[in-house]
T-cell receptor, first 113, second 112 residues
């Protein structure tokens, strides 16, 4: 089945640690996105990538980093510079020509302990 | 003022009711209008995708866009308990990059 797989589902981070969230898609989609969702707020864009080896900052990129070395993979690293990382993180993808996020993964809930 | 405003609810209706969910927006450059359904602790699922003004129907769901009023709606006919979820509206401009603006979502409960 085609889709987007995010892992892990739950992640705990200690203060000062970097953690990496995985996002893999087998839909052959060109564009991939990372969003953060906090209670009572809309999804906020962290980074997006339209093609391999290229990505752009979203509205809240500070404290995060990404890479796009393969079309199917778009991992997100939450660095120690991100002061409030506890949130629900969502990865999405879309094919060329569709002006929206077509599919979302099931999310990773990150908690700082 | 937020670019997209959506009543958080919760909205509670009996099974079989017609549900109306709405969003208002301030940016007249928005051209693409979407509705997503999100179950608890899951990722959003794209329900409706429309371009510019008008209506679009898909089964029990109808999306309406009124660009003159900067107002979009999602109607759900014959609502079912399985429709209980949070509904997110979203919008995007025709130019200027790949940025989608999401509403905060309306929680819907359909009682059996």
């Amino acid at each position: 089945d085609g889709g987007i797989t995010q892992s892990p589902k739950y992640l705990f981070r200690k203060e000062g640690q970097n953690v990496t969230l995985s996002c893999e898609q087998n839909l052959n989609h060109d564009a991939m996105y990372w969003y953060r969702q906090d209670p009572g707020q809309g999804l906020r864009l962290i980074y997006y990538s339209q093609i391999v080896n290229d990505f752009q900052k979203g509205d809240i990129a500070e404290g995060y980093s990404v890479s796009r070395e393969k079309k199917e993979s778009f991992p997100l690293t939450v660095t120690s510079a991100q002061k409030n990382p506890t949130a629900f993180y969502l990865c999405a993808s879309s094919p060329a020509g569709l002006n929206t996020e077509a599919f979302f993964g099931q999310g990773t809930r990150l908690t700082v302990v | 003022q937020k670019e997209v405003e959506q009543d958080p609810g919760p909205l509670s209706v009996p099974e079989g009711a017609i549900v109306s969910l709405n969003c208002t927006y301030s940016n007249s450059a928005f051209q693409y209008f979407m509705w997503y359904r999100q179950y608890s602790r899951k990722g959003p699922e794209l329900l409706m995708y429309t371009y510019s003004s008008g209506n679009k129907e898909d089964g029990r769901f109808t999306a309406q866009v009124d660009k003159s009023s900067k107002y979009i709606s999602l109607f759900i006919r014959d609502s079912q308990p399985s429709d209980s979820a949070t509904y997110l509206c979203a919008m995007r401009q025709n130019t200027g990059g790949f940025k989608t603006i999401f509403g905060a979502g309306t929680r819907l409960f359909v009682k059996a």
